[in-house]
């Protein structure tokens, strides 16, 4: 990777729209996307049919607690990029510019020609398991079909966009389960990476934020924003010879219904909850009913059962009570049997203090902090040639990232109680509905199997459904309500111990004998040499074996 370049002053320029355009169009890819497209260019396959595959390895692991489970998020987004990203004249005179360390071009002129003529994704179909499902990793997420080359650019934004939606979905829907029916906000804008800020928000809806902070993004998904004020706000009044009392007064004067003052500027205890409560007894004598109040900083648990007894003291039991300040899953259910124990000591009914209270989640939410990354993938998995599909596979010293081949259905069944039990992954062509019994094979491990008789599966769904098609408008996609529903009635069928926040159950996901017995032929012919004891089928490095979820 040299230095400097013909290229070099292009992203010194000072941005503006026609730049962003060159960001964020069809050039929003990693450069050795383009480079292999140009090599398949040069040996004449870059229309030659091809299937990848996107999923991901291994659920989200926080450190001191870990997601058995993900929430698939990003589908629309990325649909929408692929339906207007289209290469330009100028994209195509910016790439002329990047040299080769000869000093001539790295891109030749029929390859930016052909480009010039096929750079869009229009010849591509796609299927996805449907956003807001609960997803398991191996499972392909997003098929992709279609001319080689455009196929391979496509990969690093869909992995972008995909990989990132997904990542805090699951943060979100694993806050909303310890929250319970407590309101749940998103308040991570500001501590987000960038214009990442959007798709976090959005994301965080779909997984189980009631509401977002952020303005733009909510307005455009149909949802109202959320939030209080700052911490500014009673300093800019103080620092002009007022008090926090008197910035309380002024901000219910100019919001009397929506009021939620901020209380750990001064004093929680003995400055901002009796300096709220004075102001709330002057909006209740307007005929004002006060939201409630925000804490921010100091021990939240402690401090939230001491607000609510003020409160109710002064005769606002319904009043909320916000948390914000570095929460996340972990925190919100530690801060949940403090206050019912705390709640329960000072004569409380711990139930109720439960319920008033909402959780603003920021920056833990917004970079899923502890697992900043999905580990997401996009893999070739078959090409088409002399009218025939032939499954690709990438052998690998580690099992668990040799891939499935070749083209696949994915199937949920649900045991007798009508719980999810299982993910099975099979050849394209098979139907495993008639299989009795039903044969699950460990991805990795040979030895590791199970049989499960037909009458013991109440039912099984087939995950992936059509969203793209070449000519064709792509198929509608819901609006984040029905998302969130579809969020809902998977994890209502996903065991508890799966959900639960330390140490979850494996799910498992497993291969029909059919797809066991196709990998095991693609990895032996493409390691011939190999010893039966060092290939993939024989190592023991494995998530788990088989078995009810």
């Not at 609960?134 to 392909?140: A, E, N």
């Not at 209080?228 to 901000?251: C, I, K, N, P, W």
């Not at 900083?297 to 916000?322: E, H, N, T």
């Not at 949940?336 to 833990?364: F, I, K, M, P, S």
Request: aromatic share 6%.
């Amino acid at each position: 990777m040299g230095r400097g370049g013909r290229g070099a002053g292009i992203m010194g320029a000072r941005m503006n729209e026609p730049d962003r355009e060159l960001c964020e169009g069809f050039l929003f890819t990693d450069q050795y996307e383009l480079t292999m497209a140009q090599l398949y260019f040069r040996a004449g396959i870059q229309d030659t049919p091809a299937q990848f595959d996107h999923f991901f390895r291994n659920n989200p692991d926080y450190g001191s607690h870990q997601a058995g489970y993900c929430i698939n998020a990003g589908l629309e987004w990325l649909v929408r990029w692929m339906q207007s990203a289209r290469i330009r004249p100028e994209d195509v005179e910016h790439l002329r510019t990047i040299p080769n360390r000869s000093g001539g071009s790295l891109f030749a002129d029929d390859f930016l020609d052909w480009l010039r003529e096929n750079g869009h994704f229009g010849a591509l179909r796609m299927e996805a398991v449907p956003e807001g499902r609960v997803v398991h990793p191996d499972v392909p997420l997003t098929v992709v079909r279609g001319p080689l080359a455009a196929a391979q650019i496509l990969e690093s934004a869909l992995l972008n966009r995909l990989n990132y939606q997904t990542l805090i979905a699951t943060k979100a829907s694993r806050i909303r389960h310890v929250a319970g029916e407590s309101l749940f906000v998103d308040f991570g804008m500001r501590r987000a990476q960038d214009l990442g800020a959007n798709a976090a928000a959005r994301a965080a809806l779909i997984g189980g934020a009631d509401f977002s902070s952020n303005t733009g993004v909510s307005l455009a998904l149909g949802y109202p924003p959320k939030g209080t004020h700052a911490h500014s706000m009673v300093q800019a009044f103080m620092a002009l010879g007022g008090d926090e009392r008197e910035a309380f007064r002024r901000y219910a004067e100019v919001y009397p219904d929506d009021c939620i003052l901020l209380v750990d500027t001064v004093d929680t205890l003995e400055s901002g909850i009796p300096n709220a409560i004075k102001v709330f007894e002057e909006l209740r004598r307007g005929g004002h009913t006060p939201v409630g109040v925000r804490l921010d900083s100091g021990d939240l648990a402690y401090l939230a059962v001491q607000a609510a007894r003020q409160l109710d003291a002064a005769g606002f039991p319904d009043c909320k009570i916000v948390l914000s300040n570095q929460l996340d899953e972990r925190v919100i259910q530690q801060v949940v049997g403090q206050v019912r124990e705390e709640a329960g000591r000072a004569g409380l009914d711990a139930d109720a203090v439960v319920q008033r209270l909402t959780y603003g989640v920021g920056t833990h939410l917004v970079t899923s902090s502890g697992a900043p990354a999905l580990d997401g993938v996009y893999k070739l998995v078959g090409l088409k040639r002399d009218g025939e599909w032939h499954p690709a596979v990438k052998v690998s010293e580690n099992p668990a990232k040799v891939p499935n081949p070749g083209g696949k259905s994915v199937w949920r069944l649900y045991d007798r109680r009508g719980m999810a039990t299982a993910d099975l992954l099979c050849r394209l062509a098979e139907d495993p509905r008639g299989d009795d019994p039903l044969v699950l094979r460990h991805p990795v491990v040979e030895t590791a199997q199970r049989s499960i008789a037909r009458d013991d599966v109440s039912d099984m769904e087939s995950l992936l459904a059509p969203v793209l098609e070449p000519g064709r408008e792509p198929v509608a996609l819901p609006d984040i309500d029905e998302l969130r529903r579809r969020r809902d009635r998977d994890l209502e069928r996903l065991d508890p111990g799966v959900k639960r926040i330390v140490n979850p159950h494996v799910y498992h996901v497993s291969l029909s004998q059919r797809l066991w017995r196709l990998k095991q032929e693609l990895i032996a012919r493409a390691t011939p040499a190999r010893s039966e004891s060092s290939s993939p089928a024989a190592a023991p490095r494995a998530r788990g074996t088989p078995g009810r979820a």
